[in-house]
Structure formats: C-alpha cells, structure tokens
C-alpha cells in the first residue's frame, strides 16, 4: 500500500506561481511512477506531470509545458509541480498520483490516488 499525501495549493492571481509538493510512503512506493492530474468541476480528471523517481524522464501536457516543472526528491521521498504563469484555466483540484504506465497520462492505469489539493488562480 502507497500513502500520497499533497500540499501546498491555496489562491493566487493570474502570472503567479505555486508549488504543490505530494510526500510518499508506504511499501515499494520507488517502483511507481509518479505524477499529477487536475480535475475541474463536472469534468474528468486529466493529466498534468510524470517523473520518475530518478528523475531521468518527466513528461507533461502540452499545455502547461514551459510554465510547469515536476521534480522529484528522493532523500525527502517527495514530488513537487512548481507552477508559474498560472492562467485562470489553471484553477482545479490536482492530486498526485502513482502508476505503473510509461508515460503515466492515463487515469485508469493510476494505481494511488493523493486526497487532492485546491488550486485557484484569479483573473
């Protein structure tokens, strides 16, 4: 069993920036891939970031590459998204996630699931 646990959304106005950060735990949680979804109301959850715990690959949605940067931390056993630029279609819930998949951009191959933190960016 993996424990996900994010941190580090809130309010911010548009061309700001924030940093999400998703602390592992639990069994074998190295084996998986990382990475994060987002999720607007009424809509289905989509991919935003992957990484590999060794950081050797990340891979990201075309639309937040060049404003969005995961990175890994293996001493502190640790995922962040730093976000900058932040547009108001930015707004949603993201939530970590660990899968088994290459690149890890499908929802359904997502083994865990983090409870989810709230970003908003004001226009």
């Known amino acids: 069993q993996v424990q996900l646990v994010e941190s580090g959304g809130g309010l911010v106005q548009a061309g700001g920036s924030v940093r999400l950060s998703c602390a592992a735990s639990g069994r074998d949680f190295h084996k998986y891939v990382m990475g994060w979804f987002r999720q607007e109301p009424g809509k289905e959850r989509e991919f935003v970031a992957g990484i590999f715990w060794s950081g050797d690959g990340t891979y990201y949605t075309d639309s937040v590459k060049g404003r969005f940067t995961i990175s890994s931390d293996n001493v502190k056993n640790t995922v962040h998204l730093q976000m900058n630029s932040l547009k108001p279609e930015d707004t949603a819930v993201y939530y970590c996630?660990?899968?088994?998949?290459?690149?890890?951009?499908?929802?359904?191959?997502?083994?865990?699931w983090g409870q989810g933190t709230q970003v908003t960016v004001s226009s």
């Open positions: 996630a660990a899968g088994s998949r290459w690149p890890p951009d499908d929802n359904q191959a997502v083994n865990y």
